[in-house]
C-alpha cells in the first residue's frame, strides 16, 4: 500500500515570503500522480499543481513550483511572494497511475497548516 | 459546471438516527468518490464508483455504512444508525477518468450527539 507522510504539521511565513512545503511517499510503482490540495477555512478542497511521475519536469502553476525527486520519492511545495489568501491547509495526495489495477483513489498525507504574517 | 455539489452542508444528529448524504458530481464524471476528513486519520477513502457501480469499499468502516449510485447524477451515503464516532466531514468527489485531477465537493460536516 501506499503512503503519504507530510512532516511539518504547521508552518509559517511572512507575507510576499517564498515558503517550501515536504512530503515524502512510498510506492513500489513507476507510474503514478502526485498532487497538491488547499483547504482554506471554508473546507473546499482546491486543487493546486499537479505532476505525472513519469515526467521529469517540475510543474509550474502561477506562484506554486514543485521539486519532484523522483529517486528519492520526494514532492515539495514551493509557494513564491506568499499572500494571505495562500493561508490553509496543504495536502499531498498520491494517485497510482496502474489503469489495470483500477486504483483511482487519492492516498492523502495528514496536511501542513500553513500561517501567512502579515 | 457548478461543480461538486454535496447537501447537506451541515447536519447534526442524534445518535441512533439515520442520516443521509448527497453528492450530485459534475456531469460527465465517470468516476464517484466518498471520503470522510476527522482530526486523527485524516482524509480517507470510504468507497468509489465507476459508471454508478461500486468499485472498492474496503474503506467503509462497518455495515452501519451504506453508499448507493442510483445514475450518473446522484449519489448517496448512508448512515445507519448513526453514533457520535461518525462525526467528521464527509467529501464527495469525482473525475473523469484516472489521467485527470478529482474534484472535490465543499464537503458535509456530520455531527453525532
Known amino acids: 500500500a501506499q503512503t503519504v507522510t507530510q512532516s511539518q504539521p504547521e508552518m509559517s511565513v511572512q507575507e510576499a515570503e517564498t515558503v517550501t512545503l515536504s512530503c515524502t511517499y512510498d510506492t513500489s510503482e513507476s507510474d503514478y500522480y502526485l498532487f497538491w490540495y488547499k483547504q482554506p477555512p471554508s473546507r473546499q478542497m482546491i486543487l493546486v499543481i499537479r505532476q505525472e511521475a513519469y515526467k521529469q519536469q517540475n510543474a509550474t502553476e502561477n506562484r506554486f513550483s514543485v521539486n519532484f525527486q523522483k529517486a528519492a520519492k520526494s514532492f515539495s511545495l514551493k509557494i513564491s511572494d506568499s499572500q494571505l489568501g495562500d493561508a490553509a491547509m496543504y495536502f499531498c495526495?498520491?494517485?497510482?497511475?496502474?489503469?489495470?489495477?483500477?486504483?483511482?483513489?487519492?492516498?492523502f498525507g495528514k496536511g501542513t497548516k500553513l500561517s501567512v504574517i502579515p | 459546471d457548478a461543480g461538486v455539489i454535496q447537501s447537506p452542508r451541515h447536519e447534526v444528529t442524534e445518535m441512533g438516527q439515520e442520516v443521509t448524504l448527497r453528492c450530485k458530481p459534475i456531469?460527465?464524471?465517470?468516476?464517484l468518490f466518498w471520503y470522510r476528513q476527522t482530526m486523527m486519520r485524516g482524509l480517507e477513502l470510504l468507497i468509489y464508483?465507476?459508471?454508478?457501480?461500486?468499485?472498492?469499499d474496503s474503506g467503509m468502516p462497518e455495515d452501519r455504512f451504506s453508499a448507493k449510485m442510483p445514475n450518473a447524477s446522484f449519489s448517496t451515503l448512508k448512515i445507519q444508525p448513526s453514533e457520535p464516532r461518525d462525526s467528521a466531514v464527509y467529501f464527495c468527489?469525482?473525475?473523469?477518468?484516472?489521467?485527470?485531477?478529482?474534484?472535490f465537493g465543499q464537503g458535509t460536516r456530520l455531527t453525532v450527539v
Open positions: 468527489a469525482s473525475t473523469i477518468n484516472q489521467n485527470t485531477e478529482a474534484f
Open positions: 495526495a498520491y494517485r497510482s497511475g496502474d489503469t489495470l489495477a483500477g486504483s483511482y483513489q487519492l492516498t
Open positions: 456531469s460527465g464524471h465517470d468516476y
Open positions: 464508483f465507476n459508471n454508478n457501480v461500486p468499485i472498492d
